[in-house]
């Protein structure tokens, strides 16, 4: 019903931009100097009206039928059933929802056959009164708003209050997303600190979330070290990194500033081809080429290399990342002035030496953000991880072994039946926590340095 909703709300709008485009133009004799506004303004300011109500109507309805229609089942329900505990009876009204909805429910019996067809029934009504209400909404207000046109209306000024109201709204719903992430992990992340000291999980050299069938094992009590986490973290992303910043910017050098423009047009899109290609796939190549090729060629050399090694889940992940430093690279040192460019050939300068110069200078914050925006890539890369490093959360430096990063656990605690009140789920909260402040104060390092070494021309 809502994508019925959506449809006749939007021809509604195409007939009322459309109506109050043709009654400016009329209310002008034609004469386009005589409008405050242009007629598009118009069309906009009743399509507004047209649309604006009804949407907010309908979203409200989207959103609060489901507890308004489970509220009335249960007032027409018997006693056995309002009776249930909360997550029992939500998982009541889950399977009823289903089974009226034509969905799979977990199971069906003769008390969940009666409340789908309660429920059924009131949706089938809300769903008409929503339509006819949206429909009667937008009609009310393409008439409504075709009465206030005239030559002098200020339209763009409406529509400009609205657009900028609109505007506002958006920010909001992202600073208050925002908020509520970091709120979530905080409230989340503190009852994990209310059973595992802070201390032993930052400074911690054991990492074992599983509790153990025994009491004598390790798991017993769990170990939540994060450190062995951590360091696999930082030492899969310094490979990559290793990888796709000397490559990356090099690239975006060479294509800005050397390449042609026929070598330009075929070798860019080539490399953003790479950020196209799904992480499993990057997965599979690391564990079925990278990975046996370390491993050959460590025997060759009577080196010992683990068959999920942080050196194959680094460099295919460098790989993959390489786009991300070459394309916005690129892009940031063609926005460098052409000028700049020709004053430092007029001097005497090379091309290498303007470009060391000159141009990198003038660009470094543009790259330090695509090398930022790399480094937010691989820390939250999992799947390659998965494939080529393995889940052991080993402390080493050494790039031959396996190790596990902070995303496999996060996956790996939450995955599965868990108690979502143990120690073992809540540490997921703790390492995104964690994680977060870790990417938070780089964030803040690499704007310090930007500002201390940015070079500013007019």
């Given at each position: 019903m809502f994508l019925w909703i959506a449809v006749?709300?939007?021809?509604?709008?195409?007939?009322?931009?459309?109506?109050?485009?043709?009654?400016?133009?009329?209310?002008?004799?034609?004469?386009?100097?005589?409008?405050?506004?242009?007629?598009?303004?118009?069309?906009?300011?009743?399509?507004?009206?047209?649309?604006?109500?009804?949407?907010?109507?309908?979203?409200?309805?989207?959103?609060?039928?489901p507890q308004i229609l489970q509220t009335v089942v249960l007032a027409e329900s018997p006693e056995s059933v309002t009776s249930l505990p909360p997550e029992r009876l939500q998982v009541f009204m889950a399977d009823v929802a289903a089974i009226a909805q034509g969905g799979i429910p977990s199971r069906t019996d003769a008390e969940r056959e009666a409340a789908a067809a309660v429920y059924a029934n009131y949706l089938r009504i809300s769903n008409w009164a929503i339509f006819g209400t949206a429909l009667s909404l937008a009609m009310l207000g393409l008439t409504y708003g075709r009465t206030r046109i005239h030559a002098r209306l200020r339209a763009r000024n409406g529509v400009e209050r609205v657009v900028s109201v609109v505007l506002i709204v958006c920010s909001t719903i992202a600073i208050l997303t925002t908020v509520g992430i970091v709120f979530s992990l905080l409230f989340e992340a503190l009852r994990f600190f209310a059973r595992v000291p802070f201390t032993d999980f930052l400074f911690g050299l054991q990492w074992s979330p599983q509790t153990a069938i025994r009491a004598d094992q390790v798991g017993g009590s769990g170990e939540f070290g994060a450190v062995p986490i951590f360091a696999g973290t930082f030492l899969i992303t310094i490979i990559a990194m290793c990888v796709a910043v000397p490559i990356g910017l090099?690239?975006?050098?060479?294509?800005?500033?050397?390449?042609?423009?026929?070598?330009?047009?075929?070798?860019?899109?080539?490399?953003?081809?790479?950020?196209?290609?799904?992480?499993?796939?990057?997965?599979?190549?690391?564990?079925?080429?990278?990975?046996?090729?370390?491993?050959?060629?460590?025997?060759?050399?009577?080196?010992?290399?683990a068959s999920e090694s942080a050196l194959a889940a680094g460099l295919v992940m460098g790989v993959m990342i390489i786009p991300f430093v070459s394309s916005l690279s690129d892009d940031v040192i063609n926005a460098v002035p052409q000028s700049l460019r020709d004053a430092s050939a007029g001097l005497g300068a090379t091309n290498s030496e303007t470009v060391q110069n000159v141009i990198l200078p003038a660009a470094l914050p543009g790259i330090v953000g695509a090398i930022l925006l790399a480094v937010s890539r691989a820390i939250g890369e999992t799947m390659i991880v998965v494939m080529a490093a393995g889940l052991s959360a080993n402390l080493t430096a050494n790039p031959l072994e396996a190790v596990t990063t902070v995303t496999v656990q996060i996956v790996t605690l939450l995955v599965g039946d868990q108690e979502f009140d143990s120690a073992k789920t809540l540490a997921a909260f703790a390492l995104g926590l964690t994680l977060f402040v870790v990417t938070l104060v780089l964030n803040v390092i690499a704007l310090r340095i930007v500002q201390r070494y940015r070079e500013k021309y007019d």
């Open positions: 006749a709300l939007l021809l509604i709008v195409m007939g009322a931009y459309y109506t109050g485009r043709g009654r400016a133009v009329s209310s002008a004799s034609g004469d386009y100097q005589a409008l405050h506004s242009l007629p598009s303004y118009h069309g906009y300011y009743v399509a507004l009206w047209a649309g604006l109500p009804a949407m907010i109507i309908t979203l409200i309805w989207f959103f609060a039928a090099m690239s975006a050098i060479y294509l800005s500033d050397y390449a042609s423009d026929s070598v330009r047009s075929v070798v860019k899109p080539m490399l953003e081809i790479l950020a196209g290609v799904p992480t499993v796939v990057y997965g599979f190549f690391a564990a079925l080429t990278v990975a046996p090729a370390l491993r050959a060629s460590g025997a060759n050399l009577g080196l010992d290399v």
